[in-house]
């Protein structure tokens, strides 16, 4: 046991910090989950720094030397450093509100103490802090300190807990909780939606199953229907047809990935197998849809998924204000944006009559992320945000690199022997959050940050290590 607690705790630990805004959003508010992601990243980084993954024949003081040395010279760790700097600034300059100008009789939109700095609307800043505290230990983790069976329990544990809390919050709808079912009707008014970090988890979960496979996790695939059809419930229920459509797709792609992966290491028979275990792991939420959800209800999202364009022009036409709104608002902001959360002043103050004949009255985000990131950030703090993609992808493509080269002058089958599927989830992920950005704001959510950056950084680690250097193997092979 004790054997088993220090090869993957800190994957079980990483994993619970990554998911824990997802999994605590039904029960808590912002400024609690806030207060309960920097406490997880307090452990998370003990564990980071105490019980990394050891190498061959290496002793643990000389791992905790070498992932804490792998940090200090890491460029990602100093930028994401200065990322939660930035929240943390933006969390403290505050001032953003409605004010009323007694002397011109008019609101107006009040600047923060600070104008030269980053601000924000009160209460908006807290989360957004916590979760660039928890991205500095997130990705410090994945990136030096997770072996090759470590980075597999990673997504294993992640994908468990998701589909946790997609049964539970499933469950509590069905409680009639108003909190639950407001975000299962993925009204376009809040276009966030936390169905894209379940689609996220779901993505992690089929990536993990040749993995578990391979090493022969046959205890631990009894969770699979949890981990696998869990993720794909919060999916379904919990963002609208588009959005689950293209995880869909991409969740198509990714599975042909590992049944590739898992015929061509392990054995013929593997692939048919992982093929079985994951279509009976769908039938959990397929179950409960058709059992459980109310016939209304699961019969509207169906009918969603019947109609094959996913936008009407009344869609269209709020989208086309919304952007309009905010390329005005980054136009007289360029740098810093109006603040963060400001948006739904932003709608306010520069929405006419016209506007307002086409916007639902409870409006608060836009219907393209990054137009309202530009708006609410400004070209510094949009930087900000995909700043530590740059880095990943450089890691990734010289990773990938590497492994071409190795594999240079043998056939392509052992190519994609060398290449597990959790390799190619990096670019999953960035296409699924890339495109979706164009169309809601989930891919701004705290929750799909800490989930998606992570699981970048998974991505590149996980390319196999040249043979030059394969004494550097960890002992979690």
């Not at 090493?215 to 993720?231: D, E, H, N, Q, Y």
């Not at 169906?302 to 036409?317: L, Q």
């Not at 809601?440 to 998974?458: E, H, K, M, N, Y």
Request: hydrophobic share 60%; with cysteine; proline share 5%.
């Amino acid at each position: 046991m004790q054997k088993f607690i220090s090869k993957y705790g800190l994957a079980a630990h990483l994993a619970i910090l990554a998911v824990a805004p997802l999994f605590l959003f039904p029960f808590c508010s912002g400024n609690a989950i806030a207060n309960a992601v920097l406490w997880l990243s307090l452990f998370a980084a003990i564990w980071v720094l105490m019980e990394p993954s050891r190498r061959l024949d290496e002793m643990l003081h000389d791992a905790r030397l070498r992932v804490a040395g792998a940090i200090a010279k890491d460029p990602v760790f100093w930028l994401t450093v200065f990322l939660a700097a930035a929240a943390a600034t933006a969390f403290a300059n505050d001032g953003i509100a409605m004010a009323y100008d007694a002397e011109n009789y008019v609101w107006k939109m009040s600047a923060p103490a600070a104008e030269i700095l980053p601000g924000s609307v009160a209460g908006s800043g807290y989360l957004p802090f916590a979760a660039a505290i928890a991205l500095v230990v997130l990705l410090q983790g994945c990136r030096h300190a997770l072996g090759k069976a470590a980075r597999i329990a990673f997504l294993f544990v992640l994908s468990l807990a998701a589909g946790i809390s997609a049964a539970i919050a499933a469950i509590l709808g069905l409680c009639g909780n108003g909190r639950i079912l407001a975000l299962a009707a993925c009204d376009l008014a809040d276009a966030s939606f936390c169905g894209f970090s379940y689609g996220l988890c779901f993505l992690a979960a089929i990536c993990a199953l040749p993995g578990m496979f391979e090493r022969r996790w046959t205890k631990a695939m009894v969770f699979l229907p949890i981990s696998l059809g869990g993720s794909a419930l919060g999916l379904f229920l919990f963002a609208p047809a588009r959005v689950s459509s293209s995880f869909a797709m991409v969740a198509v792609l990714t599975l042909a990935v590992s049944l590739a992966y898992a015929g061509a290491k392990l054995s013929y028979s593997a692939a048919p197998k992982c093929l079985i275990f994951c279509g009976f792991s769908l039938i959990l939420p397929a179950v409960f849809v058709v059992l459980l959800l109310p016939e209304e209800m699961w019969q509207a999202k169906i009918a969603e998924y019947m109609v094959w364009t996913f936008s009407t022009a009344e869609t269209e036409n709020v989208r086309a204000v919304l952007s309009g709104i905010a390329s005005g608002a980054w136009s007289d902001n360029p740098w810093l944006g109006t603040g963060l959360g400001s948006f739904p002043l932003d709608i306010r103050f520069r929405a006419d009559a016209a506007a307002w004949a086409v916007l639902p009255p409870l409006q608060k985000t836009a219907l393209d992320g990054w137009r309202q990131l530009l708006a609410e950030r400004g070209i510094i703090g949009a930087a900000l945000f995909v700043s530590p993609l740059a880095l990943l992808a450089w890691t990734w493509f010289h990773r990938l690199a590497k492994a071409a080269i190795e594999a240079f002058g043998r056939s392509f089958h052992s190519f994609v022997r060398a290449t597990n599927p959790v390799c190619w989830l990096g670019v999953a992920v960035v296409a699924i959050a890339a495109a979706g950005g164009f169309c809601d704001v989930s891919v701004l959510r705290p929750d799909a940050t800490l989930i998606a950056w992570p699981l970048i950084a998974v991505s590149a680690s996980s390319f196999p290590i040249p043979k030059k250097n394969a004494d550097e193997e960890t002992t979690e092979k």
